[in-house]
């Protein structure tokens, strides 16, 4: 399916893919209520948003949480997602782009710093797991960065893709960030859990749908 001479893309998952910010917004208030914490909107999530994500709770409470209150927000958080996520589906026209991207002969894998173990099944259960050389999801603990996850991804693909071919396609700036740390281009969308104003200091394109992701993922990789 894939070779050296094919365009790949690297796909991220939440607010990527998946469009789960109703999910993720309401997950971590409900975290935060656990430790007493206000609410917060939307708009003041994706403009405070960063990774590692104990540093964005650190922006939203005004300090860096303990350890005990990370693992209790941490807990919370993915213990209500999982409720939350009943109600998500894929971003709208995902996956006939899937599907249009490997009739085109290239080759696309999926990267998601959400625990593999709820992944796959997620994935899979879309019907469109067949469309990916490799679905990887995070082992380990949370909050790190995903650098390492791509070094580690692009390693398995081996010589299935050429990362000056690659396009990562994500919604966070750590997207670009992981791109670059192996050599490969990024494309940013709008649509998920960045602002668009730091989405643009990561110097990567950023588009406001995935099919424009996709189109500007064809014109790199050509």
Known sequence: MGNQSSAHIVWDWNGTLFHDNDAIIGATNAAFAELGLEPITLERYRALYCVPVPRFYERLIGR???DLEWEVMDGAFHRHYLEHRARCGLTEGAAELL????????????????????????????????????????????????AEHMVRHLQALNTLVDPERTVVIGDAADDALAA????????????????????????????????EAVAEARRIAA
């Not at 894998?109 to 173990?117: R, V, W």
């Not at 797991?129 to 490799?134: V, Y």
């Not at 192996?182 to 588009?207: E, I, K, N, Q, W």
């Open 64 to 66: 860096m949480p303990s």
């Open 99 to 146: 599907a249009d991207w490997g009739t085109a002969g290239h080759s696309q894998s999926l990267l998601s710093m959400y625990g593999h173990e709820d992944l796959v099944p997620l994935v899979r259960g879309f019907g469109i797991e067949p469309h990916f050389l490799r679905v990887d999801g995070r082992t380990g603990p949370s909050g790190g960065s995903k």
């Open 180 to 211: 670059h740390h192996v050599g490969a281009h990024a494309v940013l969308y709008t649509g998920g859990s960045h602002g668009p104003d730091s989405l643009r200091g990561t110097g990567a394109p950023v588009v406001d749908s995935l099919a």
